[in-house]
């Protein structure tokens, strides 16, 4: 099971064994990982599901779509180049190890 | 429609439940249970109809759009072998591929960054209403509140012209009650429905809607080719059809939850910043869109339920939202629920693309009443309004006290 480490805002960290095929943000919430809200479900429409990921990582995840791109324009934290939506993040094997850091807001 | 004489596949338990009865409308909730615990797959007998009431089937088929179509209709009539009432829409009754075109449009035009802008007014506009309805005292929270708000926002946001703006509600009862079958209430909205449709057609066109709304936004959207100047109309009568009714019915949910249980209530104004989680709690408790029908587009098996091609299954997205299956106490409405995952706007590529905008008004209106009422107080009987689509209240008499 790869391991997704997620870095909260006030620096306490959680390390989550992470099934493959389900994504980040699937993750998140069935863990307690409540700054992740996830309005929409996982549905790409929300950008409530907002992360900043490891900039070692970054690099190693899909390239994201137009309407990713899109929708991060409207997140509430400010968008900084490593952000990306979790929903749209769906974890590998490769992806053992990734670490994600959450933003202090999602609306 | 449904030809007589149809039956269901072997193994599917035959329902005698109307689902569009006033009866059912009344109380639905045990009827919903009824239908969970019936099986995954039902059959209603009296429209000769498939149903799914269980979370885990209605989110299956809500994400199957090949398998599960919207092109056919989706109400009960089968556009395949019945004319639509209307010109057929070109977003909700429509499938991949082509789906994906006028969805991008409606989603870049309520997108998260355009709800950053509208944010400021919809939350002034929110708190000057309760400053009225504070001093006011006694009022009915459906006309003076869940209309009133929407209609003090929403139509403004579009860009309508102030007149004729009291069509847009019998319009969108028009249209929910369209989905249904063949019923009174479906055969009276149509008989009344032509000033209504001929108010709509003419406020979708391009100069008939202020620069810089979401109607102007989609027109401008065929100059740079998105999508034709033909189908620039259909996509604002979507939001005309969709954008107020429902968040009428939302905000009265909101608003008769939070005067029913007082523990919830008393949680919210401990902490406002609940306001959104509690709108969208109320969503997922009174779920005021109740249901919506999908087409199949081959023989598919659900859950060990045959179905034969061209059959139509009736979502129950309420019953959905309530099953236990999926939720803990379904029954309990609760301000700090994680509520992600209710279907009530839906699921998949069809989930409601104007649910940000549904959220705003929302959380405006709740946190306006958290931070400035200290009470609220039902002073007379809660009427219900009836539609095959959209369930919520005609009215809520209710008295408010300043914090
Ligand atoms: C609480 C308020 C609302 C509720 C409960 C709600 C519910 C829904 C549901 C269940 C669907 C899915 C239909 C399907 O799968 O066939 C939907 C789609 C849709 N909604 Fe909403 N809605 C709300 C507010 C709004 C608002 C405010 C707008 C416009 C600004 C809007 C516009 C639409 C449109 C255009 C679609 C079709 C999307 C598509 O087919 O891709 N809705 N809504
Ligand atoms: S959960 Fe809504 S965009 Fe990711």
């Not at chain 2, 045990?30 to 498939?50: I, M, Q, T």
């Not at chain 2, 009428?248 to 989680?277: E, H, K, M």
Request: hydrophobic share 40%; net charge negative; with cysteine.
């Amino acid at each position: 099971m790869p391991t997704i480490i997620f870095n909260r805002p006030d620096n306490r960290s959680e390390r989550i064994d992470a099934s493959v095929g389900a994504s980040v943000m699937q993750v998140a919430t069935t863990h307690g990982v409540d700054e992740i809200v996830a309005e929409c479900g996982g549905n790409a429409m929300c950008a409530t599901c907002h992360v900043y990921v490891d900039e070692g990582w970054i690099a190693r995840l899909a390239p994201m779509s137009e309407e990713e791109d899109e929708l991060l324009h409207g997140v509430a934290a400010e968008r900084l180049p490593n952000s990306r939506l979790s929903c749209q993040i769906k974890i590998t094997p490769e992806l053992d190890g990734l670490i994600v850091r959450l933003p202090d807001r999602q609306i | 429609m449904s030809t007589s004489g149809f039956t269901p596949s072997a193994g599917v338990p035959h329902m005698d439940i109307d689902p569009f009865s006033i009866e059912f409308f009344e109380d639905p909730h045990p009827a919903h249970e009824v239908l969970r615990e019936a099986g995954p797959v039902v059959w209603f007998d009296k429209w000769n109809v498939y149903g799914v009431a269980r979370h885990a089937e209605v989110h299956a088929v809500l994400n199957d759009p090949l398998t599960f179509c919207s092109s056919r209709g989706v109400g009960l009539s089968d556009f395949a072998k019945e004319k639509a009432w209307r010109p057929q829409s070109i977003i909700l009754e429509a499938d991949p591929p082509e789906h994906a075109r006028t969805r991008a449009v409606l989603s870049r035009v309520l997108s998260p960054t355009v709800m950053k802008q509208l944010r400021g007014s919809f939350v002034a506009a929110a708190e000057s209403r309760v400053e009225a309805l504070l001093a006011k005292g006694s009022f009915d929270a459906i006309a003076d509140l869940a209309e009133a708000y929407p209609l003090s926002v929403f139509p403004d946001a579009l860009g309508l012209k102030p007149e004729g703006r009291e069509n847009l509600l019998p319009y969108a009862s028009l249209v929910f009650n369209s989905f249904g079958p063949p019923n009174k209430l479906r055969q009276d909205a149509i008989e009344r429905s032509a000033p209504h449709q001929a108010y709509v057609a003419d406020q979708c066109q391009r100069e008939n809607l202020a620069p810089g709304g979401f109607g102007a936004c989609i027109h401008a959207r065929a100059d740079a080719g998105d999508i034709t100047a033909a189908e620039a109309p259909l996509l604002v009568r979507s939001l005309l059809s969709a954008g107020l009714d429902t968040t009428v019915n939302g905000i009265g949910a909101a608003v008769y939850c939070l005067a029913r249980f007082p523990d919830q209530w008393a949680r919210l104004r401990s902490d406002p910043t609940l306001a959104r989680n509690a709108f969208e709690e109320a969503v997922r408790f009174e779920s005021p869109v109740q249901t919506f029908f999908r087409t199949t587009t081959r023989d598919v098996e659900i859950s060990g339920s045959r179905i034969g091609e061209g059959e139509k299954i009736l979502m129950f997205l309420a019953a959905a939202n309530r099953d236990p299956r999926r939720w803990d106490r379904p029954d309990e409405y609760d301000v700090t629920r994680k509520t992600s995952g209710h279907v009530g706007y839906g699921s998949g590529i069809h989930m409601c693309v104007g649910q940000l905008v549904a959220r705003l008004e929302g959380e405006a209106v709740l946190s306006a009443l958290a931070k400035r009422v200290s009470a609220i107080e039902i002073t007379g009987p809660a009427t219900r309004r009836f539609n095959n689509t959209l369930r919520g209240l005609e009215s809520l008499p209710v008295s408010i006290k300043a914090a």
